[in-house]
């Protein structure tokens, strides 16, 4: 079913496991949103008298009962808070004011009690009651939809959250709670949906999103989302999964395997011995022995080569390095006229992009430039990619964003060209 592990949900489970998507809500903690909207112990009823609320009379009857339910409340004692407020609906003719107070009341305690179902009723009755302000209105809604989902009564928690959303478009809590239901009841394609349809996802919204497009087989989709990750969270593991995808892709040119290895190379994930060495004898072989040098350098510094058994192995690949380098320089005027004459593009696509891995930019620059006008290489596509790639290195950024964008090609050139963008658009 799956070609390879990266294609497993398994992989993905491990891919994912420093951030589990969306496992956690700002909401959860129901305590917290009851006092930001006013439910506490020490006081349920903001302004609550014995005589009147909001310039309306409450008879006795209720009053008493109703202080003393609150009065137990702020003790800590609510399931007897919610056992007093019984007396009160025995109580018959209750204006809707006095209904409004016994609910609200009602509904504190519940919620600290743990009672859902009682505290549901009492949210809605205070909700639709017509006497909370838009603002307070919202914060009801936004509770009322927690204890739902607490109560795991998802339909009735999308229903509410997404009277949350009607009237604020901007609140992520309750955009979070929808998809968490969806994508907990199996219903993914509409979880993915509603991820898709925000804007700004964070690594973890993207995480359940690739997560489902996997789940899904959706490969095209999951490649995009984990791009996505890639450039907003580079990781490690990100682009390890990425690099390992575009190498597996079918049609991939087998003569771009030194660009992949720049790019583990510049997001760290370059490790083992023989991939320094390979990556290093890539470099000769394509004339380029000032990259060469940094890469056996690297190695070095990172002790992985230099030490061991093959540390012999490793100095006679950092001796031959610097040779050719050597031979290169003595030999760098005569080459690059025999190039030039020839117009031979790849010869000067190969010897720019050595220039200006040695430092040379000036000089190989246009070199490069030359061989994409002419258009006469092996592959075309490619010696624009180099472009772009040095116009990096030599820190020209908007003239290799401009040509990186300009790569086209199905062979995994414009896959490069992409990756190589949002390395350059990466945050610091």
Do not use: C
């Amino acid at each position: 079913m799956y070609n390879n592990r990266q294609d497993h949900p398994a992989y993905f489970r491990f891919l994912m496991k420093e951030n589990p998507p969306m496992s956690k809500f700002r909401l959860a903690h129901l305590g917290l949103v009851m006092a930001a909207i006013g439910f506490t112990a020490a006081a349920p009823i903001a302004g609550f008298s014995s005589v009147a609320y909001a310039a309306e009379t409450v008879r006795a009857e209720i009053g008493k009962p109703l202080q003393e339910a609150q009065k137990l409340a702020a003790a800590g004692k609510n399931k007897e808070a919610l056992a007093k407020l019984k007396e009160t609906d025995a109580v018959g003719g209750k204006s809707a004011n006095e209904m409004y107070l016994i609910e609200r009341t009602r509904a504190s305690a519940a919620v600290a009690a743990g009672d859902n179902d009682a505290a549901a009723k009492a949210f809605e009755y205070v909700i639709n009651s017509g006497k909370l302000s838009p603002a307070e209105s919202a914060k009801f809604s936004e509770a009322l939809a927690g204890i739902y989902y607490r109560a795991k009564d998802y339909n009735k928690a999308v229903t509410w959250f997404q009277r949350v959303l009607k009237d604020n478009p901007n609140n992520t809590a309750a955009h979070e709670y929808i998809v968490q239901i969806l994508y907990t009841s199996g219903k993914y394609a509409e979880a993915a949906k509603e991820l898709q349809a925000t804007k700004n996802l964070s690594e973890s919204q993207l995480g359940m999103l690739a997560n489902i497009q996997l789940k899904q087989n959706d490969k095209a989709g999951y490649v995009q989302t984990l791009e996505k990750l890639a450039g907003s969270y580079p990781k490690p593991n990100y682009w390890t999964d990425l690099l390992n995808r575009v190498s597996g892709k079918p049609g991939f040119s087998s003569t771009l395997a030194l660009d992949v290895l720049r790019l583990r190379l510049v997001n760290g994930l370059l490790s083992k011995p023989g991939e320094y060495m390979e990556m290093s004898q890539l470099a000769l072989q394509a004339g380029n022995p000032a990259e060469a040098i940094k890469i056996i350098d690297q190695g070095y510094k990172k002790g992985a080569l230099g030490t061991g058994s093959d540390a012999a192995r490793h100095q006679r690949l950092k001796d031959l390095a610097a040779k050719t380098q050597t031979e290169f320089d003595a030999k760098l005027a005569a080459t690059q006229a025999e190039a030039e004459k020839a117009k031979d593009a790849d010869a000067l696509a190969n010897l720019g992009y050595a220039l200006v891995s040695e430092g040379k930019a000036e000089k190989g620059l246009p070199l490069i430039e030359q061989a994409v006008k002419l258009g006469t290489g092996r592959n075309p596509e490619a010696i624009k990619l180099h472009l772009g790639i040095a116009q990096n290195i030599a820190g020209k950024k908007p003239a290799a964003l401009n040509t990186l964008k300009s790569v086209k090609g199905t062979d995994g050139t414009a896959d490069l060209a992409r990756y190589w963008t949002l390395n350059i658009n990466r945050p610091m």
